[in-house]
């Protein structure tokens, strides 16, 4: 409400209607007149009023029938309705349509000005009580955020924290073994087998490397750069990657792929790394002469994929925790293949940044299987 509190009154009698104003103007208010309904109606729709008066018996629509159009536009509005015929029947529908007060003609000076004055405090009280509810609401919204804000960073400290701890570990191995060699602890014939532990663990620092910049780059606004895919032909680049070991492990590779299969709007990059990462784990992770199974399919409105392995295996309390950053199962360490436990956390995130979903079975020392689920962008005509 402004300053001024700002009144129309609609009535086809312009007797009334200039009555009202002769009485209230002087009193501060602003008063405009409409000498029937539609007119009122299209005054008010142009904002501004605190308070109308309305007559109930008007051409073309009644002022009762006037309230619920009046509240559509502003639900705050005070209506006061003016009549020359007032009974208790037509004053509960007039409250029931949502008038606040009622005036039978003809009324006092003084009648006048305690309606529209108790009207206008009913507006003021009715603002304010939204504005405390919204003010609540918005404080409630930010405390949320703060709070989902404050769980973020913790988990970015942990992350930082764990992110350390495992850098740091392959340097102190490689600090630890030059120094042995330097020192002279070292005889000539060992030094060959303590370099070549060196460069194992180097190797390790820049997977782990490696695994971070990809998962920076996940987050980092640049990488989502969209742009047409097919999965399928990704999935064959990324098979003839890992061809030469697929070969030299003697594993038996079958690919069961769709023909047909869409494309779909993602970052090219990360649907290679998805492949490239589940496809890497289960060379890695599957003993020669073992069976590898990729396939690649559409159901309706889903892009399928799986890759199924038999191999070591996850323990099913394992399989519970391996999409957390740098957690490696025991059997997976103990097996000897070199990880950074970072590939499946960067493989949840692809598929989830496409709302899609990812989920394991495996049975511990007979195979695993990895499935995740894409949806395919709506077809366009
Ligand atoms: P890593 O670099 O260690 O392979 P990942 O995040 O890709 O990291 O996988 C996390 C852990 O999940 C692995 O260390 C291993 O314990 C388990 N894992 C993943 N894929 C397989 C698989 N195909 N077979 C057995 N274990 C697997």
């Known amino acids: 409400m402004g300053e001024i509190p700002e009144l129309l009154v609609i009535d086809d009698e312009i007797g009334i209607c200039e009555g009202v104003q002769r009485v209230l103007e002087p009193e501060g208010f602003k008063v405009d007149i409409a000498l029937d309904g539609m007119t009122g109606l299209e005054l008010m729709r142009q904002g501004g009023y605190d308070l109308i008066l309305l007559d109930v018996k008007m051409p073309q629509i009644s002022g009762l029938d006037l309230i619920p159009l009046i509240h559509k536009v502003d639900p705050e509005i005070i209506c006061i309705i003016i009549t020359g015929y007032a009974t208790v029947e037509m004053a509960v529908s007039a409250i029931k349509q949502g008038a ?100 194992t663990r180097a190797r390790e620092e820049r997977r782990l490397i490696d695994d971070l910049l990809e998962l920076g780059q996940l987050e980092s606004a640049l990488s989502f750069q969209l742009s047409p895919v097919n999965p399928g032909e990704v999935l064959t680049d990324v098979i003839a990657e890992f061809w030469e070991e697929i070969k030299l492990k003697r594993l038996d590779l079958v690919l069961d792929t769709d023909h047909d299969i869409p494309e779909t709007r993602a970052v090219p990059e990360q649907i290679k790394s998805l492949w490239s990462n589940l496809i890497s784990n289960a060379v890695k992770y599957t003993p020669p002469d073992g069976r590898i199974t990729i396939s690649l399919r559409r159901e309706g409105d889903w892009l399928i994929g799986s890759v199924k392995d038999t191999g070591i295996g996850i323990s099913q309390e394992d399989c519970q925790r391996i999409f957390s950053e740098f957690y490696r199962a025991k059997n997976a360490v103990d097996f000897g293949a070199p990880g950074t436990g970072l590939g499946l956390v960067i493989v949840k995130r692809v598929i989830e940044s496409m709302n899609g979903t990812i989920c394991v079975e495996s049975v511990l020392g007979s195979g695993t299987t990895f499935q995740f689920q894409i949806p395919l962008p709506p077809a366009s005509d």
């Open 100 to 199: 606040y007060d009622f005036l039978t003609k003809p009324f006092s000076i003084d009648t006048l000005l305690l309606a529209v004055n108790q009207g206008l405090e009913r507006r003021n009280l009715s603002i304010e009580a939204k504005r405390t509810a919204q003010a609540e609401a918005e404080a409630k919204a930010l405390t949320e955020e703060n709070d989902r804000l404050l769980a973020l960073d913790q988990a970015k400290k942990q992350f930082i924290r764990l992110v350390t701890h495992e850098l740091k570990a392959p340097v102190s191995a490689i600090e630890t073994y030059l120094t042995l060699i330097l020192k002279g602890y070292v005889d000539p014939d060992n030094q060959k087998e303590i370099l070549e532990k060196c460069i």
